[in-house]
């Protein structure tokens, strides 16, 4: 069973659309390093997007700062 299982998990899809990728993850990485407190907002807005649409479990949002009452 498990390497059936592990075929099913490895099968392809369609890939998302990219307006509806860049919808919920933004374009607010782009340039940035990390270096500056604006570069850090632009990478909290990032995992807010991510987090909002339920990419990341509130496990992974809470390890980058989330709190429970923003994070789904």
């Known amino acids: 069973m498990i390497p059936v299982l ?16 860049r919808g919920v993850v933004g374009t607010d990485l ?7 407190a604006i570069d850090q907002r632009k990478i909290d807005r990032t995992i807010v ?3 909002a649409a339920d990419i990341w479990t509130k496990a992974e ?3 980058h700062g989330g709190r429970d009452d923003v994070v789904r």
Do not use: D, E, F, Y
């Not at 592990?6 to 990728?21: E, F, R």
């Not at 782009?30 to 500056?36: D, I, K, L, M, R």
């Open 61 to 63: 949002c809470r390890k």
């Open 30 to 36: 782009v340039g940035a390093h990390g270096a500056s």
């Open 49 to 51: 997007g991510l987090c």
């Open 6 to 21: 592990m075929l099913v998990a490895c099968g392809t899809s369609q890939p998302a659309s990219v307006p509806g990728l």
